[in-house]
């Protein structure tokens, strides 16, 4: 009787004999593994250019690799404290992120990403705030590698030595691309600040920990478990739940080979692979415990913004002092695996979030939430092979030794479920469900291909279709979210992401302009508004600051495209003699009855004071944070920009580079009078001498016309 021959074989085949000596593999397996690792560069590189735009430009007209938003200085801060053997933060530094505790503040963000800054500032403190970008490039990077090897470690286990065919090896090639830019972490990358590179470090840290201990269940080895334990140890340094999961992991696999599931001679892994999964977790315990006098978890009602927020003590006392809490499921798994969790139409950039922050469900409290784009609408190549792999992985009698997969893959889901716990919904969240979906998807795909390996060649080309379509709509799906307005961009990103909408919707961008004379507290994301004569141009978040009154009463809502001329104040300040010989506070600026004050604080520094606002809320605070006057600033002109828009209620003191200094609510429409120092000729200096300078850029409000005419 004749034996069949695949057609993977024949290809290998065919590629032996037509390939050139010097480049022809010596082995089918050669042949494979060469392919897929092709695919998976090819993969990864397709979607680069979109990632590095994302992080490097994102509307702002120029590339900056360095480019990061507030709050981008938490982890300097934080190994800073380390180096001088301390791990406290300066008080005041992290504004309402600190928890406070013993007298010092802390920061609840892991170790790990101030670790790695550690070598480059012994080196330079030039790069203090800028680090976050290239951080979060370089988890991307290993995040492509450890899904790689993931999956190359999968198709081992399940196929063995089956070659890997053509189309075979472009669909793992689509599958990269879809894990790297059709999934959240591209949305990671369009907002360089330290909340996003928590979860940026946190996806390859967690699939590289588990990568690692499938390769211990496989064939367990001393590198290999050190491997295991140091991948871990760096996880649980970085966010705790994902962490936690892969320590958990860990230790079923250590009961795994004491109860002799791996075979008699292996039982002698499970102590050290128990240590594995034991010591990071105790070492991330002592963390915790200097830092807030627990092992586990956080005092959430020693966190500053539990202070001066009322909703967030309302949601804690609502959930018994904790932030999370089994009562939040419906609510997060309805934001983050609903169908209909995306917009759709005809205005650029055609795929957006709701419109609207996601709601609570099933009388829960919860603590914040935004507008939040779905994964089953924005990855649902990853959604759906993942089904199939966990459903692979689980099945009696699965194919190859998919079996090994199965305590990865709960450590995965369990590495998930803090998020799905925890009372707060946003985007960035859907980090976390990222590592068991790279491995289940993997599982799933190879085992699409293993059932297509002796259909038609015709079957299998409609297979690879579907699979990069679906990829292609991924990959596009995020880059749209990812461009879609937040509410840490600047007029500059506003303002050209509106003129590209008005060059690239099919629909009339018209119909999404209002106007008025009078800014509503919300509206929905994307949402233009004109103001009445163009004296100021918004564009919505979407985001509702209903919770957090100093917020909603300056319109937070809403992000400043353009704004006249005659809302901003570039006021210089010169030190003419030592900052000691400053002792009465002196007045920088009028705003009707408001006075933005500078005084002395202590030291060395001074800082600014906005007085008279119109409001008593303390949050957002009146006061900018201390800064210091050396000697070698005596006789330099220092500045700061001061934009008062009465459309928003708002006061903005811009200190250099953009760093916000105040941003505070200010009643009534001014006007704006900057106190400028009289000097005689020939007179003595006062301390200070304050000037009313030109503004260095100014506002033609064309846009707003424009917006305005065609409306």
């Given at each position: ?14 590629d ?6 010097e ?15 092709v ?25 900056n ?17 380390l ?20 007298g ?55 196929r ?32 360089p ?7 940026a ?27 295991s ?37 292996n ?8 240590a ?5 977790f ?51 798994l ?28 099933a ?37 190859g ?14 590495g ?9 919904i ?18 799933g ?11 038609p ?54 119909d ?17 508004f ?28 809403w ?14 300040f ?26 002395p ?11 008279n ?16 006057v ?19 209620n ?21 006007p ?32 707003c ?6 409306g």
């Amino acid at each position: 009787m004749a034996t069949a021959v695949t057609e993977p074989d024949l290809l290998a085949v065919d590629d032996l004999l037509t390939e050139p000596e010097e480049t022809r593999p010596r082995s089918p397996e050669e042949l494979s593994r060469r392919r897929f690792v092709v695919s998976a560069i090819v993969g990864t590189a397709v979607v680069l250019p979109m990632f590095l735009w994302l992080q490097w430009d994102l509307w702002s007209g120029s590339l900056n690799p360095l480019r990061a938003v507030p709050y981008d200085n938490f982890y300097e801060l934080q190994a800073r404290a380390l180096l001088h053997g301390h791990i406290y933060l300066p008080n005041g530094k992290m504004g309402i992120e600190a928890f406070v505790h013993n007298g010092h503040d802390y920061t609840y963000f892991g170790l790990f990403p101030s670790l790695i800054r550690i070598p480059i500032l012994l080196v330079t403190s030039r790069l203090d705030g800028q680090m976050t970008a290239p951080s979060i490039l370089v988890a991307w990077l290993l995040a492509a590698l450890f899904s790689a090897l993931m999956l190359w470690r999968l198709r081992i286990l399940m196929r063995g030595e089956a070659v890997v065919g053509r189309a075979e090896a472009a669909s793992y090639g689509a599958l990269m691309a879809t894990i790297m830019g059709g999934s959240v972490l591209l949305y990671l990358a369009a907002t360089p600040f330290i909340y996003s590179e928590d979860f940026a470090w946190s996806v390859p840290l967690t699939v590289g920990s588990l990568f690692a201990l499938l390769g211990v269940l496989e064939r367990p080895s001393r590198g290999r478990v050190v491997a295991s334990g140091v991948l871990i140890l760096c996880a649980n340094l970085d966010r705790s739940p994902p962490g936690w999961a892969c320590s958990i992991a860990a230790l079923v696999i250590a009961g795994w080979f004491a109860l002799g599931r791996g075979g008699t001679s292996n039982r002698r892994w499970a102590l050290p692979v128990a240590a594995a999964g034991i010591v990071p977790f105790l070492l991330s315990c002592v963390v915790t415990y200097a830092k807030f006098g627990i092992p586990v978890g956080l005092p959430m009602a020693e966190q500053v913004w539990a202070t001066v927020n009322a909703h967030r003590r309302y949601f804690l006392a609502a959930n018994g002092g904790k932030a999370f809490s089994f009562g939040f499921l419906p609510s997060t798994l309805t934001a983050y695996f609903q169908p209909f969790g995306i917009r759709i139409g005809g205005l650029f950039p055609f795929v957006t979030p709701p419109g609207a922050p996601a709601p609570w469900l099933a009388g829960a409290v919860l603590d914040q939430t935004y507008p939040t784009a779905s994964f089953t609408d924005t990855s649902p190549l990853l959604l759906l092979l993942g089904c199939w792999g966990a459903v692979t992985a689980f099945r009696p009698r699965g194919i190859g030794r998919v079996y090994l997969t199965r305590i990865v893959l709960l450590g995965a889901a369990a590495g998930a479920g803090g998020v799905l716990l925890w009372g707060y919904i946003s985007q960035r969240y859907l980090g976390d469900l990222m590592p068991f979906f790279i491995i289940a998807a993997g599982i799933g795909l190879i085992d699409v291909w293993r059932r297509l390996e002796t259909r038609p060649r015709r079957i299998r080309g409609l297979a690879f279709g579907a699979i990069a379509t679906i990829g292609v709509y991924c990959v596009a799906a995020n880059v749209a979210i990812a461009a879609f307005p937040v509410a840490q961009w600047t007029p500059a990103q506003s303002a050209r992401y509106i003129s590209a909408e008005q060059s690239l919707s099919i629909d009339s961008l018209a119909d999404n302009v209002r106007h008025g004379s009078t800014l509503p507290y919300w509206a929905p994301a994307g949402q233009i508004f004109a103001m009445n004569n163009c004296s100021g141009l918004y564009l919505s978040t979407g985001n509702s600051m209903v919770d957090v009154p100093g917020q909603q009463i300056q319109h937070y809502t809403w992000l400043p495209v353009q704004q006249s001329d005659a809302f901003t104040r570039t006021i210089g300040f010169t030190f003419n003699r030592p900052v000691s010989d400053f002792t009465r506070p002196l007045t920088l600026m009028t705003y009707g009855k408001s006075r933005l004050v500078m005084e002395p604080a202590g030291n060395g520094y001074v800082r600014l004071h906005l007085y008279n606002s119109g409001t008593t809320i303390k949050w957002p605070s009146a006061i900018g944070w201390r800064f210091p006057v050396a000697a070698s600033l005596v006789h330099v002109r220092l500045q700061v920009v001061v934009t008062t828009d009465p459309n928003l209620n708002a006061l903005v003191v811009g200190w250099y580079d953009d760093e916000t200094m105040i941003n505070h609510y200010v009643a009534g429409d001014g006007p704006a009078v900057v106190k400028t120092t009289p000097v005689s000729p020939g007179s003595s200096l006062p301390v200070v001498t304050v000037t009313d300078l030109p503004n260095a850029t100014s506002a033609p409000m064309t846009l707003c016309r424009s917006l305005s005419q065609n409306g």
